[in-house]
């Protein structure tokens, strides 16, 4: 593991902190999530490390059971889409003719209407839980990992050697997971990186919204909506949860960089 | 026929059919889905009695495809219908909010265009170096933050700790353009840099692609200066992908714009949106869903039809 | 000698790499290349890929492609040393003093403007004509160069005219605004063989017309020898040997020029049809979904076993076609494919793996050919494994057998494709399908990406192991060289037919039929005058007409 550039060092460190952090929240966090322990907006102190929030509850606290909720969702949200997208996208490109076309049609379809339009639109009548969230979520973002998944699926399958793989008799088992599988991984790996981001800001934005997480349940764009009337105080509680967002992302997008990179430049690898 | 003429046909009906196709994709997202809307209006402490006759009020005793064709020739001749909570036309209260929404994304998208066009121009020029490293960082760092955080960032710096702008973006009739345009400064600020960093990557390659291309080499050994080169070979061939790029990112500004005008408490669709979808307001919810996804297909739809029209290949057929 | 026109010294030219997995760093390209260039003549740069000559004919004009960089060194260009002159000055150099001619015109002209407008601008812009002098000395040009409809063809997008006639619009622009010296690039290489020669002799006559000077770019030594009044070896960036078209041809002194020379001369006995063939090809009519015509029409050829039967053609005269329909992967429409004996299945579905077995394919990509996540031993062993059951230590026995079969040896077993040069990636192709001990190999242009050397390689290989294994080879190809190398029988196709068919000496002996004589008269021989000959030949045919 030498050779790993500074910048997806300081990424895998941040995202390796955040998801530890994720694990052990009722371990570290030094109150409960929901306890209301002090004042509306407490500035920082050493009795609350970040202060507190619009009803006086630890903001240190909050943030980390939150970052847990988000990191579960985003991260439940993206092996949902991935499992979908990528098992229906290899399914299209290896059976081609109308399977290929009715799926590759709906898939157009549905990405025909912005992402987070649909989903108001769905959740507009359906009993926002984290399940259901997760659900309409994962199987929105499927889509866009079809359309990927499809591509390098198809761009591999018309290669000579899986054409010289299918003239020696092998097995759809073995074009599929010996040939053509490790050739799209690193492709596909870098993308589950780019999914679980927007897996993170998509729950945070529907939260921020009011269409996500419920309180008192609470997740970082929850946070940030239950303390945006501060703003305009001068009080930057809001801000924090969103900063939280934001160093998530671009650590795992540093990392999901680097992964795109040195897969590239792997022994063996195209081009 | 000619091809153009024929793809250009082409596409306006797809782009119907598509339409269509999603109008049908909406109103299934919230009629068959085991949601129930008299029992969320109601509430959970509603009689079984109160929800017959709400659901009778409603019409959802008929079955889903009549709903549907009433639903959709209705929305043709623009009555889309009341809203539930408050029993307005629905037409009424979408018309100002949309003028209203059209009015902030055209601004934002006035200053971001030109804005990224050049960035993109001075990332390609210095290809490799300081400039094009930074505004590859900023563009990184920009498709990881969240919209509502540019938002409150600005609105915390610039209008609470410095005064410079109103945190709250108030617009109404009584005001002058002046007055509007200092009211919605902000959100445009926050909307510029949401798509600018998307325009000006994308730009970046589709100049880069023509640049790189074996006929600007050839303009190069005629030679031609710097300017001709760019002038008369590569612009005649980027203007397709450049405009492809901007109409694909006046598409995703119109969804940012829900975000933005939540953060802003400004008075347009996506506000309009996302309250009656907290208040399970089904008819206004389809409505808006409507509109936002005509625009969408209809941005997209642009964006290949100037393609195909830029394309000497089809506009010069065999 | 009167003062040269182009005087080259010490040429040293660099560009920066991007080795994967490690930093960037500058390489030297060109190692110090001299020669001059007197008006009104001709210079060959000749050399296998990354010789630098392309690199070298871009340095007269001052321009370095892409990370490449001119590092040291003199050109002078009428009297001027070129690499100390002011960007002003090289822009007005380029264009009127020196022009240039690339290997893709389709790729070369603007997609967007017509041909004529492409053609006059640098004349116009560098003010050797005005506008409407411009146009008039283009037509003049186009008509020069045979273009069809010289008046009106400037019109015209270049995607409304053929391949052929793009390359003559592309000469017509490097000579418009009548320049001192033209680089031509590889200018017919993408063409088919018979398109070459009249591109080949517009080219040759307008430079002799307009005695403008040229440095002429190619790989194929026979070419340059009908064009060039002198030609210059290149080899990884080094000068071989530089001297007169006769003296490089006729008496070359190194080692490497002699080798280049005598490329594709290897002499195969032709062998005596069997009775019993090993693959029958019967009636084979074939088209792929979706187009309404036949790809092939009535195709039947026969192989026998042991021998080799090269089918020749240009593009899209269906020779890959018919690869795809004997292998299964295209279904013919009619017809029938008897192999050892028995009669194969129309789709790959219905074969056996024995039928499988027996029937491998080399493709001529070996790129792409092998999956770039295996290792050699792994692509060599898979068939060992998938067809005998052999496995562990046998199996490793049998990969070092195949790898010395092939010449490379053990110490490859552990290495990937991407490690592999051009000719080594295709060795390993070649033990792949010997793995699978099979009757017959479908070779489809297996030395077409390769350099003429590297080729040579290949083919004494391939002949080398008929004889040990026995194994029939179809050999498509669109280079008649190769087929007179290494062919027992040949197929002439056309347009889905097969045009002419029967044993070499037959195929390769008058009376030839109109398609056979066009083909093999255009194919260039390495020998001086060759181009005129050729060329006054077809005019008394046609006159005698």
């Known amino acids: 593991m030498k050779n790993i550039p500074i910048s997806a060092l300081i990424g895998l460190i941040l995202t390796a902190l955040y998801f530890l952090m994720a694990l052990l929240a009722p371990l570290i966090a030094p109150y409960g999530m929901a306890e209301v322990v002090g004042d509306v907006w407490e500035p920082s102190s050493s009795k609350f490390w970040l202060g507190t929030d619009n009803i006086g509850r630890d903001l240190l606290s909050r943030m980390i059971y939150g970052g847990r909720t988000t990191i579960f969702i985003a991260t439940a949200a993206t092996i949902l889409s991935f499992v979908t997208g990528s098992v229906l996208a290899f399914f299209a490109a290896v059976m081609g003719g109308w399977v290929d076309q009715v799926l590759s049609r709906f898939v157009d379809l549905i990405m025909s209407i912005p992402t987070l339009i649909f989903a108001l639109v769905v959740l507009s009548v359906m009993p926002v839980t984290i399940p259901i969230l997760i659900v309409v979520m994962g199987l929105l973002d499927s889509t866009r990992v079809y359309r990927l998944a499809r591509a390098v699926a198809v761009d591999i399958s018309v290669m000579d050697y899986v054409e010289a793989a299918r003239l020696r008799g092998e097995k759809i088992g073995w074009i599929i997971f010996r040939e053509i599988l490790p050739n799209a991984l690193s492709p596909l790996i870098a993308e589950m990186g780019l999914r679980f981001i927007f897996a993170v800001l998509f729950v945070s934005t529907l939260s921020f919204l009011g269409l996500g997480v419920q309180p008192p349940e609470a997740d970082w764009g929850g946070i940030v909506k239950e303390n945006k009337e501060g703003i305009v105080y001068g009080i930057p509680a809001a801000l924090l949860p969103a900063v939280a967002i934001a160093t998530l992302a671009i650590s795992v997008n540093l990392v999901a960089d680097w992964v795109l990179n040195r897969t590239t430049s792997l022994k063996g690898g195209r081009g | 026929m000619h091809p153009v003429v024929k793809l250009v046909a082409q596409r306006l009906v797809l782009s119907t059919l598509l339409l269509l196709a999603a109008s049908v994709l909406i109103f299934a997202g919230t009629t068959i889905l085991p949601g129930d809307v008299a029992q969320s209006i109601l509430g959970q402490s509603a009689t079984p009695e109160s929800l017959a006759n709400l659901r009778e009020e409603l019409g959802m005793n008929d079955p889903a495809v009549t709903r549907y064709f009433n639903w959709l020739f209705a929305a043709l001749q623009g009555d889309l219908g009341t809203a539930l909570t408050n029993g307005r036309d629905i037409a009424e209260s979408v018309g100002q909010r949309l003028s209203n929404t059209l009015f902030l994304a055209f601004w934002a998208a006035i200053i971001s265009v030109p804005l990224a066009i050049l960035l993109g121009l001075v990332a390609v020029r210095y290809k490799d170096r300081w400039p094009d490293k930074l505004i590859s960082a900023v563009t990184l760092a920009s498709i990881s933050i969240p919209e509502f955080l540019i938002g409150y960032l600005l609105m915390f710096f610039l209008a609470v700790q410095l005064g410079w702008f109103p945190s709250i973006a108030m617009i109404n009739d009584d005001m002058g353009l002046l007055q509007k345009l200092q009211s919605i400064a902000l959100p445009v600020m926050v909307l510029t840099l949401v798509v600018l960093a998307h325009m000006m990557r994308m730009t970046r390659a589709a100049i880069l692609n023509v640049m790189q291309s074996a006929y600007v080499e050839t303009a190069e050994l005629k030679g031609l200066s710097g300017f001709q080169v760019i002038y008369r070979h590569a612009f005649p061939n980027a203007i397709a992908p450049i405009v492809n790029v901007v109409m694909i990112n006046l598409a995703y500004l119109v969804v940012g714009v829900v975000v933005i005008e939540v953060v802003f408490v400004y008075p347009g669709m996506g506000q309009y949106l996302v309250d009656h979808v907290s208040k399970r307001d089904v008819p206004v919810v389809q409505a808006c869903g409507l509109i936002f996804a005509a625009v969408y297909i209809f941005l997209n739809m642009i964006a290949d039809i100037v393609s195909i029209l830029a394309n000497p290949r089809l506009r010069h057929p065999k | ?545």
């Open chain 3, 1 to 545: 000698m009167s003062d040269p026109l182009l005087k080259v010294r010490d040429l040293k030219i660099g560009a920066t790499v991007y080795p994967p997995g490690e930093k960037p760093h500058d390489i030297e390209i060109v190692h110090g290349v001299s020669f001059d260039l007197a008006p009104g003549k001709v210079l060959g740069l000749i050399g296998e890929s990354g010789a630098g000559k392309s690199t070298i004919g871009l340095a007269s004009m001052a321009y370095g492609r892409g990370g490449v960089k001119i590092t040291g060194g003199e050109v002078w260009v009428n009297g001027r040393d070129i690499l100390k002159s002011p960007l002003k000055d090289i822009r007005n150099l380029r264009g009127a003093e020196v022009t240039y001619v690339s290997q893709s015109a389709a790729a070369s002209f603007n997609p967007a403007k017509k041909i004529m407008d492409q053609v006059v601008e640098a004349a116009v812009e560098q003010k050797k004509f005005g506008r409407k002098e411009a146009e008039e000395r283009a037509r003049t040009l186009f008509s020069k160069l045979g273009l069809p409809d010289p008046n009106n063809i400037g019109e015209r997008y270049p995607h409304q005219v053929s391949g052929g006639q793009l390359q003559r619009c592309m000469t017509a622009l490097a000579l418009c605004p009548e320049p001192d010296l033209v680089v031509f690039d590889e200018p017919t290489t993408a063409l088919d063989v018979t398109t070459q020669i009249d591109v080949l002799m517009a080219i040759k006559e307008a430079i002799r017309d307009t005695g403008v000077a040229a440095l002429y770019i190619t790989h194929d030594l026979a070419v340059v020898a009908q064009v060039s009044d002198d030609i210059m070896v290149l080899r990884m960036g080094d000068m071989v040997e530089y001297g007169h078209t006769d003296q490089i041809i006729n008496h070359p002194k190194e080692d490497y020029t002699k080798a280049l020379v005598s490329v594709r001369s290897i002499e195969h006995e032709e062998k005596q049809p069997t009775p019993e063939p090993v693959l029958s090809v019967q009636n084979i009519t074939a088209r792929y979904k979706g187009l309404n015509f036949d790809v092939l029409k009535n195709v039947t050829v026969d192989l026998h076993p042991g021998q080799t039967l090269a089918v020749v053609g240009e593009s899209g005269s269906g020779k890959s076609t018919l690869a795809r329909v004997i292998t299964g992967l295209l279904p013919p429409s009619d017809g029938q494919i008897d192999f050892a004996g028995r009669t194969l299945s129309r789709d790959l579905a219905g074969r056996t793996r024995e039928d499988l077995r027996e029937l491998q394919m080399i493709y001529q990509m070996a790129d792409v050919a092998m999956n770039p996540r295996q290792t050699v031993g792994t692509i060599i062993g898979r068939p060992l494994e998938f067809y005998f059951n052999i496995r562990g230590s046998e199996k490793r026995k049998r990969i070092i057998e195949l790898l010395d079969e092939i010449e490379l040896g053990e110490k490859f077993i552990d290495r990937y494709p991407a490690e592999l040069s051009g000719g080594q990636k295709q060795r390993v192709c070649i033990a792949r399908s010997l793995a699978a001990k099979p009757k017959m190999i479908i070779c489809d242009e297996v030395t077409s990406a390769l350099d003429p050397l590297v080729a040579d390689g290949i083919l004494k290989l391939l002949l080398d192991l008929q004889k040990i294994e026995d194994v029939a080879y179809l050999f498509i190809t669109h280079d008649l060289a190769t087929v007179r190398a290494i062919s027992d029988s040949i197929a002439v196709m056309y347009q889905g037919k097969v045009q002419r068919y029967g044993s070499k000496s037959e195929v390769l002996s008058p009376p030839f039929d109109d398609y056979t004589d066009l083909l093999l008269s255009s194919v260039p021989e390495m020998k001086l005058g060759w181009l005129e000959e050729v060329v006054a030949h077809r005019k008394m045919e046609s006159a005698g007409n």
